[in-house]
């Protein structure tokens, strides 16, 4: 699979509150899928679907124990889509002053100017 198709899949999986709530749990340590499922309002085959779209995005292991599968959060995954925000975040924030610096000076375009001869 190519990287940036994998990078989406991780930020596809993080969209959703349930997702990362369940990656916030799993930072604590492995879980079966009924203790991940515990406190939400959903079902456990619910709790199932987001768990299969956290391990497509390589976020989640499931190993079979027993009769349980325990989860394990995998962070690699987690540590290149922050890599691939870093990357990027000096041109955003360039952007974000250009644009806050254009926005001044629209701003101060309603207003009469000393220099301006109609005013």
Do not use: Y
Not at 7 to 36: K, M, N, Y
Not at 45 to 67: D, F, K, M, Y
Not at 97 to 106: C, F, G, Q, V
Request: hydrophobic fraction near 40%; aromatic fraction near 6%.
């Amino acid at each position: 699979m190519a990287a940036a198709d994998e990078l989406s899949q991780v930020f596809q999986a993080l969209a959703d509150p349930t997702r990362r709530a369940i990656i916030t749990r799993l930072r604590e340590g492995p879980a079966t899928v009924g203790e991940l499922a515990e406190p939400f309002a959903m079902s456990r085959p619910a709790v199932s679907q987001h768990l299969r779209v956290l391990e497509r995005a390589g976020i989640v292991e499931r190993t079979p124990t027993a009769q349980w599968r325990t989860c394990t959060l995998r962070t690699e995954p987690l540590d290149e889509a922050a890599a691939w925000v870093e990357r990027h975040r000096d041109d955003w924030n360039e952007r974000f002053d250009l644009l806050a610096e254009r926005l001044r000076e629209m701003k101060g375009d309603g207003d009469v100017r000393a220099d301006d001869p109609t005013g």
